[in-house]
T-cell receptor, first 114, second 113 residues
Framework: DSGVTQTPKHLITATGQRVTLRCSPR?????VYWYQQSLDQGLQFLIQ???????AKGNILERFSAQQFPDLHSELNLSSLELGDSALYFC?????????????FGEGSRLTVL | GNSVTQMEGPVTLSEEAFLTINCTYT??????LFWYVQYPGEGLQLLLK?????DKGSNKGFEATYRKETTSFHLEKGSVQVSDSAVYFC????????????FGQGTRLTINP
């Protein structure tokens, strides 16, 4: 158990809809990262938050947004969903070791868009 | 840019065979290097890491050495087991900037009894 909790584990929805994925980081971790894992593109970095503020952006579509709340949990919002958004979405958190430390990953939220 | 290139998969071996999964990287600066493993239906787990040149990471019989001169971090295991069947990801993490993990494309390993 990594200590990172993601909900829901599975989600099936239709094109054009909006969903919210939730992540609770390990206790005490200030950084949260979101990744998308699809069959053809591997693991793509989406966005990072540190203590409530956006720290870095990767290949995140404009239809997607995220935030980190004062209690450090984070939400990833996906809107106007398309078939190609079907993927496994991972959240990860990291502690205070900086770049020598590992990221701890949740089990992921599997999104299926029909 | 910063990137990681892994050996193409899938890789299929017999139990007790020797395993090598190649990983090379391109990075500005001096990254930390990681191998993560993803078992079927699960998230990513850290397998091992190395934070500076010539460091050797090891765990569960797996080893990898940080080779700065060849920008490589190849994963090896002397005798694989069926339970090692999984997808293996090589990754780097930069000291500067976002400090995000940059992953290779993953290598699917299947071990047959």
């Amino acid at each position: 158990d990594s200590g990172v909790t993601q909900t829901p584990k599975h989600l099936i929805t239709a094109t054009g809809q909006r969903v919210t994925l939730r992540c609770s980081p390990r206790s005490g971790d200030l950084s949260v990262y979101w990744y998308q894992q699809s069959l053809d593109q591997g693991l793509q970095f989406l966005i990072q938050y540190y203590n409530g503020e956006e720290r870095a952006k990767g290949n995140i579509l404009e239809r997607f947004s995220a935030q980190q709340f004062p209690d450090l949990h984070s939400e990833l919002n996906l809107s106007s969903l398309e078939l190609g958004d079907s993927a496994l979405y991972f959240c990860a958190s990291s502690g205070r070791q900086g770049a020598t430390g590992e990221l701890f990953f949740g089990e992921g939220s599997r999104l299926t868009v029909l | 840019g910063n990137s990681v290139t892994q050996m193409e998969g899938p890789v299929t071996l017999s139990e007790e065979a020797f395993l090598t999964i190649n990983c090379t990287y391109t990075a500005t600066g001096y990254p930390s290097l990681f191998w993560y493993v993803q078992y079927p239906g699960e998230g990513l787990q850290l397998l091992l890491k190395a934070t500076k040149a010539d460091d050797k990471g090891s765990n569960k019989g797996f080893e990898a050495t940080y080779r700065k001169e060849t920008t490589s971090f190849h994963l090896e295991k002397g005798s694989v087991q069926v339970s090692d069947s999984a997808v293996y990801f090589c990754a780097l993490r930069l000291i500067q900037g976002a400090q995000k993990l940059v992953f290779g494309q993953g290598t699917r390993l299947t071990i047959n009894p």
